[in-house]
């Protein structure tokens, strides 16, 4: 298997612009998690699926995060505006729902807002 | 919610030497604890879990105890590397297994 895949790699653009994160979780794996890493504040939790639904998004920072998972090949983590706090690593994970619990990490977006 | 607290931030120890990480968690419910290590720009991959049934798990150099009375848990790393620096995260896994949690983060350097 490919492992968890995610896109852009990279990102950079300027204050205000829209942000789309995009991820593909491992096939077969029903939980799909996206974080949020910066120095200042470690690995955060923003938003879980299980089976295509969103769980819970508690970890959202603010309104201008959302996130959808159409079918259980796809995410998106979109940020509208975004702003330069929004600069960090995100990362997508994905679980099977009768797992372990082990989280399957992707290779994660890095984001810069100018 | 859970909430997982990590010390040291940082730890520097010398090749051979062993290294000791350890964590506390908040919500009671949590029975499912991992550790996982992130090397430098890379993403965090599992080295070793515990479940709250089991007190004690070694994997080679790696261990893992667990203390749920106290809501304690420990990685020990013996006969340190060069290449085991990299920054270790503890996390505690609530809700069935679905909610994880990740401590702020060891730094760990092994002087060679």
């Known amino acids: 298997d490919a492992g968890v895949i995610q896109s852009p790699r990279h990102e950079v653009t300027e204050m205000g612009q829209e942000v789309t994160l995009r991820c593909k979780p491992i096939?077969?794996?029903?939980?799909l998690f996206w974080y949020r890493q910066t120095m200042m504040r470690g690995l955060e939790l923003l938003i879980y699926?299980?089976?295509?639904?969103?769980?819970?998004d508690s970890g959202m920072p603010e309104d201008r995060f959302s996130a959808k998972m159409p079918n259980a090949s796809f995410s998106t983590l979109k940020i509208q505006p975004s702003e330069p706090r929004d600069s960090a690593v995100y990362f997508c994970?994905?679980?099977?729902?009768?797992?372990?619990?082990?989280?399957?990490f992707g290779e994660g977006s890095r984001l810069t807002v100018l | 919610g859970e909430n997982v607290e990590q010390h040291p931030s940082t730890l520097s120890v010398q090749e051979g030497d062993s290294a000791v990480i350890k964590c506390t968690y908040s919500?009671?419910?949590?029975?499912?604890f991992p550790w996982y290590k992130q090397e430098l720009g890379k993403r965090p991959q599992l080295i070793i879990d515990?479940?709250?049934?089991?007190g004690e798990k070694k994997d080679q150099r790696i261990a893992v105890t667990l203390n749920k009375t106290a809501k304690h848990f420990s990685l020990h790393i013996t006969e340190t590397q060069p290449e085991d620096s990299a920054v270790y995260f503890c996390?505690?896994?609530?809700?069935?297994?679905?909610?994880?949690?990740f401590g702020a983060g060891t730094r760990l350097f092994v002087k060679a």
């Open positions: 994970a994905s679980s099977p729902l009768q797992g372990t619990g082990e989280l399957f």
């Open positions: 919500d009671s419910a949590s029975n499912y």
């Open positions: 996390a505690a896994t609530t809700s069935g297994g679905f909610k994880t949690i």
């Open positions: 699926f299980n089976n295509n639904v969103p769980i819970d």
């Open positions: 515990i479940r709250s049934n089991v």
């Open positions: 096939s077969g794996h029903n939980s």
